[in-house]
């Protein structure tokens, strides 16, 4: 949905006015499976993670909440970009975060070409070196021309976020199935309900 891995933690949760609802990431298998799905580790990585959490409760605890922690710094960026300022929220804490991450840069050659790109591997040997991948996901992105397509769902407690790569970049809505059709009935109802001449 959201185009970025980076982006795609920030919706793990639904970010309503009362505060974060519809938890995804409920535990450290959920977490780990996350990442596998949105492509920061493979299967066989997430597996072995899952098996050292088994033996280490405490670990796995310990980084379920740094996803967590990570999640809220990545949203407050994020929603600070799509706002417009240029140092949002949650710049310093991402800056913190980032020099983790660029503790495990590595470059790594292009598959089957001359060129090489900066990588950040995920790290197999501690339960969350994974987001890592996703903090250096989030510093490309933001040096990126998508940067300015960033968006932040316009449908009422949501608050997910996206890379808007629409043709004609007036993408409004994390999916149009969920908040878009919200959006279309609410609208509905309240032109339904609207008396002649009152607006
Ligand atoms: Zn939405």
């Not at 298998?29 to 949105?38: I, P």
């Not at 098996?51 to 999640?71: G, H, I, T």
């Not at 949650?90 to 292009?110: I, N, P, S, V």
Request: aromatic share 6%.
């Amino acid at each position: 949905v959201g185009g970025d891995a980076s982006v795609d933690l920030v919706n793990t949760v639904d970010w309503t006015e009362a505060g974060p609802r519809r938890e995804r990431l409920s535990d450290y298998k959920r977490l780990t499976r996350w990442a596998e799905g949105a492509g920061v580790m493979e299967e066989a990585v997430g597996r072995r993670l899952r098996r050292m959490a088994k033996s280490d409760p405490e670990a796995a605890e310990s980084a379920l909440r740094r996803a967590r922690r990570v999640r809220v710094v990545l949203r407050d960026l994020f929603t600070g970009l799509a706002r417009g300022d240029a140092d949002g929220p949650g710049g310093d804490a991402f800056a913190e975060l980032l020099k983790r991450a660029l503790d495990r840069l590595r470059l790594q050659r292009r598959g089957g070409s001359a060129r090489h790109e900066w990588v950040v591997p995920p790290a197999t040997s501690t339960l969350d070196g994974f987001l890592d991948v996703v903090v250096w996901s989030a510093a490309r992105l933001l040096a990126s021309d998508e940067a300015a397509s960033i968006r932040v769902c316009a449908g009422p407690d949501c608050g997910w976020v996206f890379v808007d790569r629409s043709r004609n970049g007036l993408r409004r809505w994390c999916e149009m199935e969920t908040c878009g059709t919200q959006a279309k009935t609410r609208r509905r109802r309240k032109s339904a309900r609207r008396t002649p001449g009152s607006g």
